[in-house]
């Protein structure tokens, strides 16, 4: 057996080196195809250990299914991953997240009906590591489902909340510890396990559905450590360390993002998951939004300012990646470097609706690394930039994050838009982000907006600048 803890110690090396090239667009790519190389060592080894969750012996009937299952798995990841719009990638990390939940709830139930009713019973170590399975996997499950549902707008973005809300949770929370608590001590109860994993997804509905859009990459990146402390203790379940090794990462890496979402945005974890953040709310003073008026270009007017300009920090949102506008954004940019004028890209870290949304669709367009900069290293430079280009962003450039003490976003760290010495806003109307506040940015005398498709417009400008070239 010594080969097979070394395989899975080599997936586990795969897993590390992978995690570590993930965290630069760089090696990003190297990184995602070491991991699944290390997966996939882990895989080959599980086929060939024995004494796996009690099997000896992995008969024929056996193999072929999980063989078949692994075409069909692989396969439908295969054409997800080709298929699925960039847009549309938060709903599937999302999905993802929840199948890996599943996944472990299933492999605690498994265990569970082949065990309880046996002669030797359930060892309360392994009772522990079932409960903690089933609970933990199914929450993952119908939370990621609930996520989904929001990211895809079949739900409402906004925060669904009502009386008493977390009384309730609290009520089905202590049933869920007492229903564990019971089964570990008497595992002969199918009835009890059954209905703890009712339970466990009524939860994981309850514990997303208050959680506004704004904060949802907040919430995938929990969800993500949700799902792999779930796989972590399938490995307990069934003494599988490839497992535990592979989930803690998961669960660690996870958790590890969570707290960088937060410290993004300024809030604590438990601000983000009992605030109700996102509410439909005015950012402080209405009635001085409305005495305000905004100033509107052009495409011919926004293309003499940037082809004439020494800077321009473009500012991608959520905007573009639904106008799908990455393309023509990278063409611009093109435009302007060859009239001399040096581009760049601020990328805030909560941008769009998952972790590094933005990296990722910028990458699809072949926008060169160098380009790409974070908050910290961009938002100096916009003082001397001579035009700052929002395409679809909007909270994470609302001034009022950083002076209306009444904001609920007050505190929020943002990109220093407002700094440059004009700023063109692309929108489609004047609409609020997923916070629900106006943005007061769009009021100041410097900002300039263009509304319309992102796509539409971008393609406009570009033909602008070119008879400009």
Do not use: W
């Not at 939860?203 to 919430?219: Q, R, T």
């Not at 209405?286 to 003499?304: L, N």
């Not at 769009?352 to 908050?375: S, W």
Request: charged fraction near 15%; hydrophobic fraction near 50%; proline fraction near 4%.
């Amino acid at each position: 057996m010594a080969y097979i803890e070394l395989s899975y110690l080599l997936a586990a090396v795969c897993f590390v080196f992978g995690l570590k090239k993930l965290s630069s667009p760089r090696t990003a790519r190297a990184g995602n195809c070491m991991a699944a190389l290390g997966m996939f060592i882990a895989i080959i080894a599980t086929l060939f250990a024995k004494d796996t969750a009690g099997v000896t012996e992995i008969h024929q009937e056996t193999l072929l299914l999980i063989l078949g299952a692994i075409v069909v798995g692989g396969t439908l990841g295969s054409v997800l991953a080709l298929k699925v719009k960039m847009t549309a990638m938060p709903q599937m990390v999302a999905l993802l997240n929840g199948f890996g939940g599943g996944a472990s709830a299933l492999v605690a139930a498994t265990v569970y009906s082949q065990d309880y009713a046996s002669a030797e019973g359930i060892p309360p170590e392994t009772g522990v590591a079932i409960q903690l399975g089933a609970f933990v996997g199914a929450m993952t499950l119908s939370g990621s489902v609930v996520a989904f549902g929001k990211l895809q707008e079949l739900l409402s973005g906004r925060p669904i909340t009502y009386p008493l809300q977390k009384t309730a949770n609290c009520a089905l929370m202590l049933f869920i510890v007492y229903a564990a608590c019971d089964l570990i001590a008497k595992p002969d109860t199918p009835e009890l396990f059954i209905l703890l994993g009712f339970a466990s997804l009524a939860f994981g509905v309850l514990f997303v559905i208050p959680i506004g859009g704004a904060d949802m990459p907040v919430v995938i990146a929990l969800l993500n450590s949700f799902s792999g402390l779930a796989a972590a203790i399938s490995g307990f379940v069934i003494t599988n360390s490839g497992l535990i090794i592979s989930g803690a990462l998961v669960g660690a890496s996870g958790l590890i993002l969570t707290n960088l979402m937060c410290k993004a945005m300024n809030r604590s974890l438990a601000n983000v998951l009992f605030g109700a953040f996102g509410g439909v709310t005015k950012a402080g003073s209405t009635a001085e939004d409305g005495d305000q008026t905004i100033t509107e270009i052009q495409h011919d007017d926004a293309a003499m300012l940037m082809g004439y300009a020494r800077l321009v920090i473009i500012v991608p949102g959520y905007g573009l990646a639904v106008a799908q506008a990455q393309h023509q954004v990278r063409e611009l940019a093109q435009l302007l470097e060859k009239a001399g004028v040096e581009v760049k890209y601020a990328i805030h870290p909560v941008a769009g609706r998952m972790p590094g949304h933005m990296n990722v669709l910028l990458a699809e367009a072949d926008v060169p690394y160098p380009q790409l900069y974070d908050m910290e290293q961009v938002n100096p430079e916009f003082e001397r930039a001579d035009v700052a280009l929002v395409i679809g962003a909007n909270d994470v450039v609302n001034p009022a994050a950083r002076n209306d003490t009444s904001s609920p976003i007050y505190g929020m760290p943002i990109l220093n838009v407002d700094h440059a010495a004009n700023v063109i806003v692309m929108k489609r109307s004047m609409n609020p982000g997923f916070a629900g506040i106006s943005n007061r940015l769009f009021f100041d005398v410097k900002t300039k907006m263009l509304f319309g498709d992102a796509k539409t417009s971008l393609t406009a400008l570009i033909r602008e600048v070119e008879e400009l070239t």
